[in-house]
């Protein structure tokens, strides 16, 4: 049995946290966590999408404007599509403040993308 925790990802809306897949050494993925876990990973596999969730991720107090991070070489149009992508997978959420959406991800998120992937450490 694993001490690690499942993969928790937001679900689409942005309301609240919802469990989603243990790490992959403690035991073979349904087929739903794999499909949850496979929209993650193909929302990070757009060097653009990539770049916008690296960017939100490690701005100043854990939230970004889309003023601040839309400089990633793509229209501002193609920028709103990619965060929207990101939002769809659970990887991000927003808020509306006057005429700026702000983004932030969740620190549980990270946590536990980097545990669906670590290896359990040798007995």
């Known amino acids: 049995m694993s001490n690690a925790k499942p993969l928790p990802l937001l679900e689409p809306e942005g309301q609240g946290v919802a469990p989603c897949c243990p790490p992959l050494t403690e035991r073979p993925m349904t087929a739903e966590e794999a499909e949850t876990a496979a929209r993650m990973f ?4 757009d060097p653009v999408r990539l770049r916008l969730f690296s960017a939100v991720a490690s701005h100043v107090g854990g939230e970004a404007c889309v003023c601040d991070i839309s400089d990633v070489g793509v229209s501002q149009p193609t920028v709103s599509h990619h965060l929207k992508k990101l939002k769809e997978a659970g ?7 006057g005429t700026w959406v702000y983004y932030r991800v969740e620190p549980s998120v990270l946590a536990a993308m980097g545990q669906l992937l670590v290896l359990p450490a040798a007995a």
């Open 42 to 45: 193909k929302a990070l596999g």
């Open 91 to 97: 990887l991000l959420s927003s808020e509306r403040r």
